[in-house]
């Protein structure tokens, strides 16, 4: 089998450091060669490059940037070839936060003959919507084996990502400026110019490269992520193979079982300090737990089977009769 994975075109694949979409492509191909099929990249725009690729020779395309949905859904009309369409957009399943571009995107995915998605709830929130077409779920996965383990973690808190306002660290920052018994660093380049830290228990540390969130993760107790928007975010894969409890919002919480013990959903700031406090003590409880849960539902061994069963699906649609019934039930809802 041939796919050919279409990034953004933006930063370089592989990629040292924070392009999630980057990342998640490079994995892709990695796990899927593993399993002994071909994968290809196409990281630059514009028709020239696409038609150099020649994406027809492929039995499948995923486009992974969903700025190109409406180019590349010209191109697999005109040349004839599988195209499947993946959005990383944060604010996916909640419609109502939408940038007026992503709106734009969104009447073109809604015309996309096949779509994968990284949730139930952005699943959900196509559907409503109207679309037709075959949808499927594929959570992004987390390279587990390559992630440093420790039993036990010597700092309390970490917030890892891109700063910015979707994220919240700027909130984040001032609710743990004003308390003594919790520190918390905060790790990733800054967007948000109003980000500060008072250097008593809230910390900047800067940017880390892949390999240093790989071996540098373990040291915490607990992964604090209160975003208003997530479609999955990599970090929460990463904190989980590092053995850290989540402290994170219930936009964050994509793709995980929300019963588990090392899984606290924060509703209201008013709640933060507390549940931090409760959830560094209880972690160390918890932690070859935390990893076996990482283990068994996102390294990309696994997410790389259910992505394989995804494409039979498209290459073979006489097999997804009966779960496009569903899909059509579930519209005339």
């Known amino acids: 089998m041939k796919i050919l994975f279409v990034g953004p075109g933006l930063m370089p694949i592989p990629?040292?450091?924070?392009?999630?979409?980057e990342i998640v492509i490079w994995q892709m191909k990695i796990n899927l060669e593993k399993a002994g099929q071909t994968a290809d990249i196409l990281n630059r725009r514009g028709l020239i490059p696409a038609l150099k690729t020649k994406p027809w020779d492929y039995d499948l395309v995923h486009l992974e940037y969903d700025d190109l949905a409406g180019f590349w859904l010209i191109l697999a009309r005109i040349f004839k070839f599988k195209l499947v369409i993946t959005s990383h957009y944060?604010?996916?399943a909640w419609p109502t936060k939408w940038h007026w571009s992503y709106r734009r995107i969104f009447r073109k995915l809604l015309k996309a003959p096949t779509l994968i998605v990284l949730s139930e709830e952005i699943k959900a929130t196509y559907l409503q919507a109207g679309y037709s077409g075959?949808?499927?779920v594929l959570p992004n996965g987390t390279e587990v084996a390559d992630i440093n383990f420790s039993l036990e973690g010597q700092k309390d808190l970490i917030c890892l990502g891109k700063i910015e306002p979707r994220k919240r660290q700027c909130e984040l920052a001032e609710i743990f400026s004003r308390q003594s018994n919790l520190k918390i660093d905060?790790?990733?380049?800054?967007?948000d110019k109003r980000?500060?830290?008072?250097?008593?228990?809230?910390?900047?540390?800067g940017s880390w490269t892949r390999a240093e969130v790989q071996q540098n993760l373990t040291q915490y107790k607990a992964l604090v992520l209160l975003s208003d928007g997530e479609a999955h975010?990599?970090?929460?894969g990463e904190a989980l193979a590092a053995g850290l409890s989540l402290i994170i919002s219930p936009e964050a919480a994509a793709n995980l079982d929300l019963s588990q013990p090392f899984v606290q959903i924060i509703r209201d700031d008013q709640e933060l300090l507390a549940s931090a406090q409760s959830v560094c003590l209880a972690n160390s409880r918890y932690r070859s737990m935390i990893r076996k849960y990482a283990q068994n539902n996102f390294t990309?061994?696994?997410?790389i089977q259910r992505y394989l069963v995804i494409v039979e699906k498209i290459l073979m649609?006489?097999?997804?009769?009966?779960?496009?019934q569903v899909t059509k039930n579930y519209r005339e809802k």
């Open 186 to 191: 905060f790790v990733g380049p800054i967007v």
């Open 90 to 92: 944060g604010y996916s």
């Open 233 to 236: 975010a990599l970090v929460i």
């Open 300 to 303: 990309w061994t696994h997410i």
């Open 134 to 136: 075959m949808i499927e």
């Open 195 to 205: 980000f500060r830290c008072n250097n008593q228990t809230t910390f900047y540390l």
């Open 15 to 21: 990629n040292p450091g924070w392009g999630a979409v």
């Open 317 to 324: 649609p006489e097999k997804y009769a009966v779960s496009r």
